[in-house]
């Protein structure tokens, strides 16, 4: 009725018969008086307002806001899309389009009486007295450049496809006190308290911020990253009552850059309950900030500042306008993007805030790239053990680009670390005698750095013995001149690593003795669109890499993640290159695709700007050949490489089906793919959050009832296959015998026998899915000393047949009485059906049943092989 009254008294006698109009209805109207030396209000001096009790009124926090916005140049909103966030009566919006000429203001909030106000306003400042548009000096009206819509916060621009070019909001930052009268239905026929409430409190929004009373402002920013032009603008007032770190890191967290436009105090409201706040300060140790009248400097506590109001005292608190501008908006918004499809959960843990911009530029681009691949991949790509094609294309991409140096995907084989790629390498050669880098020999098995048996002969038994060398290279020549060692692993100084004369000089000598050589650069390469000279690498722009040498590079130098390494390899000889991909996927099974992917990411960015081919490469000279006999593969790793199945990528004709959890087309749990975004998203992560041994101790007992105490010791590893070998090299320091079933995963046995390991096969029957008979395991048990028997269990792997618990329980009974060790393999296990007559394992009763032998070597140890990473 009020709305068509206003229309017949504007069409009759225009804005002020209108006017009068509403004084007939009892509205209170009034005048918003704007400072007379603000540019652009020569002609208006002053906006006129309509208001109702339901609707939050023009005072401190929109005026403080109003200035904010005025600390902006006038360009700022000119021909911008603009939305404001809780408009109320719409006065911001209708003196923004009067001052700065926007495109378009949309001026939004969730109160629908609200927005009915707004565009009665709205006209009331449109029309000049006679009922006629005023028009700016485009030729447009303020009709034309503001709309008021009902929306809570960026609905309607998001379900209108609006991109946005600025967003401003004053908007409530105090929790409701009573939480379940926010979550009443919002319509106009909803009470007036009610309706005000929405202006005066917020409700709980589900963001971490909730704690601060800023959950609704969390929420707003969020929705305008998916909204906002990638140059846009966000600007917000944000009460200081959490603290100002507070606020900021609000912004901050989210990959924004902030500039604090203008800050100052203003009284509390009267009305507005704080009770949440001392709440919240009773319950945590944070505390919120209060002053004591305008005048006070010195903070108070919300609990303090509670009583000093509630006997008669006022307060006040500050009031900041913030300026936000996403400092990668693109990469920003695929990471939200990623966030809101089903991962809400993990944006509390998210933390995009950077004192360095080198570092920012690290990583946010890959995260956004991880969110990417998380999204797209439903299941875990298969990707050969030797690489990621994409990051060895990327590797070899980078040396042709920046060093001219034309590589091959074939020629760069990926390794979790320099460690592993130093002794895959050695274990594939075998030497009787090696030197290393002192530098290079920490992680080495301790056995081939104590050894002594350096002469050729003991070579036939595929013994290691390991000297350290230094690394200054005149030393190290004299070493290998005197020594004649088979493999020599090396790094080089500094100041040699300029030119190629040192790599020319160790080339000529590893050649002479018939050594092999790898040489470690990963101090000498630079991850930079300005790397330095490398000599190692000025060589291999002129000549082909001879066939006895391959250069190692590990992969350490990035600014964010201290802890992730990826090491590669590069070899032109194809026959090296073929072994060492296959000694991978024996040895290590893969690398983390992840971890090839933050590095690729590096590459890419330092790829991506450059004109492809734009130089002719320049001729190499060929490699010189090798006359004298190198050291080959050693005897074990030959027999091995030569029997084995090994990943043939893209291939149809292979017979082999490849089992391992890592090449599963199951899809991901969700649940697991938030958990990976979130440990590279997370900043400050402490050890306790990173200790995962409690959790494993109660995996293991839930899963199997075997009680892990404080004594057992857990070892982790990067892959089951890594853990495996680690429990293989035990075997033989203990010169014993590892017992395989018939059967069973191929890859362990192959990986064993590679080591030169002790094995024996225990007889199975395919009828029965190749489960350990007792009398036939007693039998093998009894043939051999230092036994350790391998069984894939509860799940038996390929079959899927189970071992009950009496099963389990039998065979452990049987390995107790000959004093053997047991490997129990759970890496298929876990998703298994509960098949008839098949209960859960319970090894700590069935292991309290055993009597108490005499003799000590008759006992039982039982090692849990778990997945992947533990």
């Not at 209108?18 to 209805?25: N, P, S, V, W």
């Not at 109003?66 to 000119?78: A, K, M, Q, T």
């Not at 009763?845 to 533990?870: D, I, M, R, Y």
Request: charge should be negative; glycine fraction near 6%.
């Amino acid at each position: 009725r009020l709305l068509g009254a206003v229309r017949r008294r504007f069409a009759a006698g225009g804005p002020a018969a209108g006017l009068e109009c509403f004084r007939t209805y009892h509205f209170r109207i009034h005048d918003v008086v704007l400072d007379p030396h603000l540019q652009g209000f020569q002609q208006r001096k002053k906006l006129t307002m309509m208001e109702i009790p339901s609707i939050f009124i023009p005072e401190d926090w929109s005026f403080t806001f109003y200035e904010g916005l005025n600390r902006h140049p006038d360009s700022i909103f000119r021909d911008k899309t603009v939305a404001e966030l809780g408009c109320g009566n719409g006065w911001i919006s209708i003196a923004l389009a009067e001052k700065w000429c926007p495109s378009k203001v949309y001026g939004l909030d969730i109160n629908p009486r609200a927005i009915k106000i707004a565009w009665i306003n709205l006209y009331l400042n449109a029309l000049d007295d006679d009922g006629l548009p005023i028009y700016d000096a485009e030729g447009k009206t303020l009709l034309d450049r503001v709309e008021f819509y009902e929306s809570d916060l960026l609905s309607y621009c998001r379900d209108n496809k609006i991109e946005l070019d600025r967003i401003v909001g004053c908007i409530p930052q105090i929790l409701n006190p009573n939480p379940e009268a926010m979550s009443k239905i919002v319509t106009e026929n909803s009470s007036e308290e009610f309706l005000y409430s929405l202006s005066n409190y917020c409700a709980l929004q589900g963001f971490v911020e909730d704690q601060f009373g800023l959950g609704l402002i969390a929420r707003a920013v969020e929705e305008g990253i998916s909204v906002i032009k990638p140059s846009g603008l966000m600007v917000f007032n944000m009460g200081g009552r959490p603290g100002q770190g507070v606020c900021e890191r609000l912004f901050l967290r989210r990959g924004f850059r902030i500039n604090k436009l203008w800050q100052t105090k203003i009284m509390q409201a009267a009305d507005t309950d704080i009770s949440a706040l001392v709440e919240i300060e009773k319950n945590s140790r944070h505390r919120f900030e209060f002053f004591m009248d305008l005048v006070g400097d010195q903070p108070v506590c919300a609990r303090t500042a509670w009583a000093y109001m509630k006997s008669g005292g006022r307060i006040s608190h500050a009031l900041s306008v913030y300026s936000c501008q996403l400092r990668q908006p693109n990469q920003v918004k695929k990471i939200f993007e990623f966030l809101k499809d089903g991962f809400h959960e993990v944006s509390s843990s998210l933390d995009l805030s950077f004192d360095d911009d080198s570092v920012a530029d690290e990583k946010i681009p890959f995260l956004a790239y991880l969110a990417s691949f998380l999204q797209e991949n439903t299941s875990n790509p298969c990707e050969p053990p030797a690489g990621c094609l994409n990051f060895r294309n990327l590797v070899a991409g980078f040396m042709k680009s920046y060093h001219h140096i034309p590589l091959t995907p074939d020629n760069v084989v990926v390794f979790p670390s320099r460690a592993v790629a130093i002794e895959n390498a050695l274990r594939l050669f075998s030497p009787g005698l090696a030197i290393v880098d002192e530098h290079l020999t920490r992680h080495l098995p301790k056995q081939w750095l104590t050894s002594l048996a350096i002469e050729e002969s003991n070579h036939a038994k595929d013994t290691v013995t390991v000297i350290e060398a230094p690394r200054q290279s005149d030393l190290l020549i004299e070493l290998i001149r005197k020594l004649k060692p088979q493999v020599v692993v090396t790094g080089m100084a500094q100041f040699e690593a300029i030119t190629s004369a040192a790599f020319v000089n160790l080339l000529s000598v590893t050649k002479d003795v018939g050594s092999r050589l790898l040489l470690d650069i990963s101090e000498h390469l630079e991850l930079s669109s300005l790397p330095s000279s490398n000599g190692v690498l000025k060589y291999l722009a002129g000549k082909t890499l001879p066939s006895h040498a391959a250069i190692l590079c590990g992969l350490v130098k990035n600014q964010v993640y201290s802890d992730l390494e990826v090491a590669f390899a590069i070899s032109e000889d194809p026959t090296v290159y073929k072994a060492l991909s296959q000694t991978i996927e024996l040895l290590e099974g893969h690398t983390s695709v992840i971890s090839q992917h933050y590095y690729g990411c590096l590459f890419h960015e330092l790829l991506a700007f450059q004109i492809g081919d734009r130089h002719p490469q320049q001729e190499r000279e060929p490699a010189e050949v090798i006359s004298k006999e190198m050291i080959g593969f050693s005897n074990s790793a030959m027999s091995t490489l030569e029997g084995a199945e090994f990943f043939v990528p893209g291939s149809k004709e292979s017979g082999v089906i490849h089992m391992d959890l890592d090449r599963s087309f199951l899809p991901v749990p969700s649940a697991v793919n938030a958990s990976i975004f979130e440990s590279f998203v997370r900043q400050n992560i402490t050890d306790s959050e990173t200790d995962v041994r409690s959790s494993i101790q109660q995996l293991v007992k839930d899963s199997y009832g075997f009680s892990a105490d404080s004594c057992s010791e857990i070892i982790y590893g990067n892959t089951c296959l890594a853990l495996f070998n680690k429990l293989v090299l035990c075997c033989m320091q203990e010169q014993g015998t590892l017992l395989f079933p018939l059967g069973t995963n191929g890859h362990y046995v192959n990986a064993a026998k590679f080591v030169n390991a002790t094995t024996l096969t225990i007889p199975t029957k395919a009828d029965s899915g190749f489960k350990i008979e007792p009398s036939v395991l007693a039998d093998a048990l009894e043939k051999v000393s230092q036994p350790w028997v391998y069984i894939s269990g509860p799940t038996i792997n390929p079959t899927g047949f189970l071992y009950s618990d009496d099963d389990i329980a039998e065979l452990l009974s049987v390995c107790a009485k000959y004093g053997a060790r047991v490997v129990i393999d759970t890496s298929s296990s876990g998703l298994e059906f509960q098949a008839a007559g098949c209960s859960q394992w319970n090894l700590e009763k069935c292991l309290s049943n055993f009597p108490k032998l005499e003799s000590a070597t008759q006992h039982v140890e039982v090692h849990f092989q778990e997945t992947a990473g533990s």
